[in-house]
């Protein structure tokens, strides 16, 4: 059998192909159109989408403070200021596009969420499988990527098809294959694929993403220092309105953040069911950094592999800190933890058990359809890639100590 391990050897000075190099160029252009400032970005969204009420305006304390740590980032590159741009200009462009909605349509404030189902545990613990194998029948309602970064029609593409927001999310998709040609094996990207709400949690500029798109230290101390419940109900009123829009009935949801809001969660999302996954947490936690360091060529010349590399060890560790203090929130008559192991070694047996969890009947349709899923979605089919406590600059006895409490728990 062919070799597919991939070692990562240019995180600290990325190296592209000349067909990357040649795009990036091309992106970096236009760069001097794309200024990182608040004014300006709402400006834009504004003309972009003729529309002028952004909502609640309490999120415009937090834009401004993620704007100066990325405008502080050692090494921005022309391709980081347009990526970052056109990021931010996307949220803003969603908070028109649902404040307008809710305007046109109010009683989407009436619909009512079932109590959602919520996978919550750290990348590489089997999440992302896991919710795309639950979500490969039609019980539940899930979010494809295209729908998480644009999930409101521009009022002059309503009812298009194809749809706009698809075609744009395939050729975004393309640049980030060509960019970061080995990311696919670390967390496959398609424009379909099943995709996690914190995008949709990003529209009100409180999520845990935007700490991992860039070092974005004072915007990671203000998120920490303030209570995440509004930000919930946020996502909560865009759930509703992407019901109204495209139909559904119960909620598959997923994110890390989850693991050190789970009181926020029940709060606002009250009866949920809140599927817990856990996996030794050394290969865990290098597998996350190496995202991290890898993504981060998308937008600086030099990457402080170690400097980021001992950050997340410390970001990591206090949320599963807060996870362990916080996870008898939601009782056993709502929550399970599932040990990767157990699930790799009898996937359909563990969504069964999710299914009766949450009263969910396992129909013949939904079983044909996680069975196809599974034959197309082997483990490591992809190839994988090499980690190691050596190439961020970490002791392995260090980590492990660190970890150590949360293992005991939920692993031994």
């Not at 980032?73 to 908070?95: A, C, E, H, P, S």
């Not at 409101?152 to 999310?169: H, T, V, W, Y």
Request: glycine share 6%; with cysteine.
């Amino acid at each position: 059998m062919t070799d597919t391990t991939v070692h990562l050897d240019d995180l600290a000075e990325p190296r592209f192909t000349a067909d990357a190099d040649q795009l990036r160029d091309m992106i970096a252009s236009l760069a001097p159109d794309c200024p990182l400032d608040s004014d300006a970005l709402h400006a834009k969204a504004i003309a972009d989408t003729g529309l002028d009420d952004f909502g609640a305006d309490d999120y415009r304390e937090r834009l401004e403070v993620y704007l100066a740590d990325v405008r502080d980032v050692d090494g921005l590159t022309g391709v980081g200021v347009v990526n970052f741009y056109g990021q931010l200009l996307q949220v803003l462009k969603n908070r028109l596009l649902l404040t307008d909605l809710l305007s046109r349509h109010p009683e989407i404030h009436d619909v009512e969420l079932e109590p959602p189902v919520v996978i919550v545990g750290l990348p590489r613990t089997g999440t992302t499988h896991l919710h795309n194998l639950l979500g490969a029948g039609p019980t539940f309602r899930t979010l494809p990527y295209w729908e998480g970064v644009e999930p409101f029609p521009l009022a002059s593409e309503a009812g298009i098809e194809p749809d706009p927001r698809r075609s744009r999310m395939d050729m975004a998709v393309e640049v980030m294959n060509l960019v970061m040609p080995h990311f696919p094996l670390m967390h496959e990207m398609t424009t379909d694929h099943v995709h996690e709400e914190i995008q949709l949690l990003a529209n009100d500029v409180s999520t845990m993403l935007m700490e991992t798109l860039c070092d974005a230290p004072r915007w990671r101390d203000h998120y920490l220092s303030h209570d995440q419940t509004p930000h919930y109900e946020y996502l909560a009123t865009q759930l509703k309105a992407l019901q109204f829009l495209r139909g559904g009935r119960r909620w598959l949801l997923k994110s890390p953040q989850h693991l050190e809001q789970l009181t926020v969660l029940d709060k606002v999302f009250p009866g949920a069911v809140v599927v817990c996954t856990h996996r030794d947490p050394l290969p865990v936690v290098l597998s996350m950094i190496a995202m991290v360091t890898y993504s981060a060529r998308m937008h600086r010349s030099r990457v402080p592999v170690e400097r980021i590399a001992a950050s997340w060890v410390d970001r990591l560790d206090s949320m599963l800190s807060v996870f362990m203090r916080d996870r008898d929130t939601i009782g056993p008559d709502r929550s399970v933890d599932v040990r990767f192991d157990d699930f790799m070694a009898d996937e359909l047996g563990v969504t069964e058990r999710i299914y009766a969890l949450a009263g969910e009947p396992v129909t013949d349709v939904a079983r044909a359809a996680m069975t196809e899923y599974l034959a197309g979605h082997q483990r490591n089919r992809l190839g994988r890639v090499a980690t190691s406590c050596e190439m961020f600059g970490l002791d392995e006895s260090n980590v492990r100590e660190r970890f150590a409490p949360y293992a005991e728990r939920f692993l031994s």
